[in-house]
């Protein structure tokens, strides 16, 4: 990790409000659980409205990747964060472990279609391939999730966090399908400059 500021202040027992893109069960939503636990983590469905909530005071700070040590930028995130005005007061690198799920029961030889946000999908690209599955984008990992859990179709699957598939009752079919073992994303925490 470096900076200094990802954790609680000394002396500071107050919980905020952060910010992070997509629904619960997504990685940044990991993050937030796992470096601001005592925070209540607020899902955005896009990058900008979770940077803007920062901006108007509704949230106090706001948790965004930034980097992936497979594909590089995440974007527009990057861009976002670059050009938001915000402080950058920390930022730590977080390994990023991507399972495949689909409804409970359903084989993985039924999959015929998955669907993730699209840097999830960059980052299994080649074993997706490998495995001759369509791809399908979505806002987010978690939310992908989400509508494979409230479609009941068995031939679809999302790529998420294993946690998103204790959030909405899904199966897990495969673990690790990202590419690179050592896959992992920047994460940057920004606030509003003080005064």
């Known amino acids: 990790m470096t900076g200094s500021g990802i ?3 000394a002396g500071d027992d107050r919980g905020g409000r952060t910010a992070f893109q997509g629904a619960p069960g ?5 993050a937030c659980v796992e470096l601001r636990p005592w925070d209540v983590h607020v899902p955005f469905e ?3 409205e979770a940077i803007e909530a920062v901006k108007t ?3 106090d700070c706001a948790l965004i990747p930034v980097e992936n040590s497979t594909i590089g930028p995440v974007e ?4 976002l964060v670059a050009s938001a005005g915000l402080k950058q007061v920390a930022d730590v690198w977080r390994p990023i472990h991507i399972a495949l799920m689909a409804l409970d029961g359903v084989e993985i030889d039924q999959i015929r279609t998955v669907s993730s946000h699209p840097i999830a ?3 299994c690209a080649g074993n997706l391939a490998a495995m001759g599955l369509e791809t399908v984008e979505a806002f987010d990992t978690a939310g992908a999730a989400r509508s494979v859990s409230e479609g009941n179709d068995p031939t679809r699957a999302a790529l998420a966090p294993v946690a998103a598939a204790e959030v909405y009752g899904l199966s897990i079919l495969r673990n690790d399908l990202q590419d690179s073992d050592t896959n992992s994303t920047r994460f940057v925490l920004l606030c509003r400059e003080a005064g």
């Open 76 to 79: 527009p995130a990057a861009t």
């Open 57 to 59: 005071g509704d949230c």
């Open 121 to 123: 999908l960059r980052q």
């Open 7 to 9: 954790g609680r202040p």
């Open 46 to 48: 896009t990058f900008a």
């Open 26 to 30: 997504a990685f940044s939503h990991e």
